[in-house]
């Protein structure tokens, strides 16, 4: 048996609580990667970062879900890095990398008006959705007529695949109550990727997007509060499909019907070029058993 000190914080907000949480894992270099997984087994959350050593960049972080690893996690980043400087072990640098399953990708540090953290995302991709959009719309627990037809439904990535889906109104989002393990039947294309539906109408009149988030069935997971990587992608669909410009600064907010409010800044640069910015906030330690 061994035992593992955790770190719990809340990303994409300043208040505990709020947001979504993350485990931060930060003496990991001793576990395996089946170690690391049952560790976010243990404690539960839709990710636990273990953050290590890297001969290619200046930190190397793994993200685990309770099911498996991923590839990317925006929320488990910011987290992660909150921890880091916020405890010293990042000293006085604003700029560095990451190395992720994703990709080296470039962080920077503000510290303006408390603490902010950007972070470079993997250049977007997307994939058509070939399945049904009354079995899409059925496994959500609303009517296919939420799902906005003058929008594509779609796979994007800008480092892990989610089904990004646009929803008419923002009162479908109440009512939706997911069948997670139905996914992948629907999700011929991709089976293990997660539904991100998403809307333009907002509660906050300063948000441009509001959204939900829904585990692949494989992750051990039902719902994300508040997404980064998913947030990140969908500022690249807002640019492709909705709003073609050159520079385009998003707040997408989300996390509001699990009472757990969060925002994500999204900055889109010619397209492809992808920048989410957030915070985070401490919120307590524990320790599992593995």
Not at 13 to 39: C, F, W, Y
Not at 102 to 115: K, M, S
Not at 128 to 147: K, R, V
Request: one cysteine or more; proline letters at 5%.
């Amino acid at each position: 048996m061994t035992t593992i000190k955790v770190y719990h914080y809340d990303a994409f907000s300043q208040i505990a609580n709020m947001g979504n949480p993350a485990g931060v894992v930060l003496d990991s270099e001793h576990l395996t990667a089946e170690q690391m997984r049952k560790t976010a087994e243990k404690v539960g959350f839709n990710e636990t970062a273990f953050p290590l050593p890297s001969d290619k960049a200046d930190l190397r972080i793994r993200f685990f879900t309770p099911g498996h690893e991923i590839n990317l996690c925006g929320h488990a980043t910011m987290a992660t890095i909150y921890a880091l400087k916020t405890r010293g072990l990042l000293g006085d640098r604003t700029d560095f990398t990451i190395e992720t399953k994703a990709g080296t990708l470039p962080i920077r540090l503000h510290t303006d008006d408390g603490l902010y953290i950007t972070m470079t995302q993997a250049a977007p991709q997307f994939q058509p959705f070939h399945g049904s959009i009354e079995a899409l719309a059925s496994a959500m627990g609303i009517a296919a007529e939420d799902i906005d037809a003058e929008l594509p439904a779609l796979y994007g990535s800008t480092g892990t695949w989610t089904l990004l889906v646009p929803i008419r109104t923002l009162d479908a989002f109440t009512r939706m109550k997911p069948l997670n393990e139905r996914f992948p039947a629907i999700l011929k294309e991709m089976p293990k990727a997660s539904v991100h539906p998403f809307c333009l109408e907002t509660y906050d009149a300063n948000a441009h997007m509001h959204a939900r988030h829904f585990s692949s069935p494989y992750s051990g997971t039902v719902e994300d509060p508040v997404t980064g990587t998913a947030s990140g992608v969908m500022g690249a669909y807002y640019a492709k499909y909705i709003q073609q410009d050159a520079l385009l600064n998003l707040s997408i907010e989300q996390g509001q019907e699990l009472g757990r409010n969060g925002r994500v800044l999204v900055t889109v640069t010619d397209g492809d070029q992808i920048q989410v910015t957030g915070n985070a906030v401490y919120v307590t330690e524990f320790e599992v058993t593995i």
